[in-house]
């Protein structure tokens, strides 16, 4: 435990002992020999100073953890999807999720770990046009992984962080036809993300553009900054100099090839 954790700890350690009955009966005593004329007030004036302390001792802990206290830290992630269906027309997709919108699930489906978002934490998703069909965000349909538990709009293979590569699984659907994007497969004894892209029209005659056998990929892109916001590249640049020293150590540590190259992700997650 670090010293601000203990710190903290032992602040609200003394709110809650200011606050007992045995503390008041003992602290109202001393005051009283002291104070006679005053004891209650000094008493009421040092409770509410220690449950002030307590509290302000509790959101020093809620910021630590939630991660606050690291600005390198991202919230919102960049995901873009990219792959290529048996006739040859590439598809590429990109998205944001912000991992801080609840819920999250953490789920395990015979063995596959999953996690899941729902659809208010994605956003940005620009549409994508296949073959003649057109998906837009509000067509992102609710998959369910593990029977009898909630579904999400997005499943991964593993929780968000910048560089990763992770499974994917999303579908979108609507009058036109329907668009699926990775999968998830369940047989015995295990469950498996399968990789591929499938796409199918409602119309007559019906159009399966693919048998399943193609594969997506996923890069997901994670920064200080608010993708969209004007000062997006800065303040990324700038918690990463604060977080590693320089941009070349951050280029290292994160595994681009250069500096040009880190500089380069920021500005695809930034969008500007």
Known sequence: MNKL???AVATAALGAAATSPAYA??????????FPLGANAMHVSFAKLARAATLLAAGILA???SGWMNPAVAQTFRVDVSGTFTSGTPFAVSFLVNTNAAPVLHQN?????????GDAAISGFGGVNVEGLTFAQS???????VANQPGAAVFFSQDLANGATPSIWMRLENLSGFLEIGDVSCGFPSCQFL????????????????SGTETVS??????????????CHGQSVSALSRQFGTLSAAADALGFASVTALQASITMFCGN
């Open 5 to 7: 954790a203990i710190a």
């Open 25 to 34: 009966g003992i602290n109202m005593r001393f005051l009283g020999r002291l």
């Open 63 to 65: 910021s630590v953890s």
């Open 109 to 117: 489906a015979q063995g596959l770990a999953l996690v899941g978002y």
């Open 139 to 145: 067509d992102i349909q609710d998959r369910i992984a």
């Open 195 to 210: 990789n591929q892209l499938e796409v199918e029209s409602h119309g007559v005659p019906k159009h399966v553009e693919d």
């Open 218 to 231: 996923v890069q997901i892109t994670g920064y200080a900054g608010t993708p969209g916001a004007p000062q």
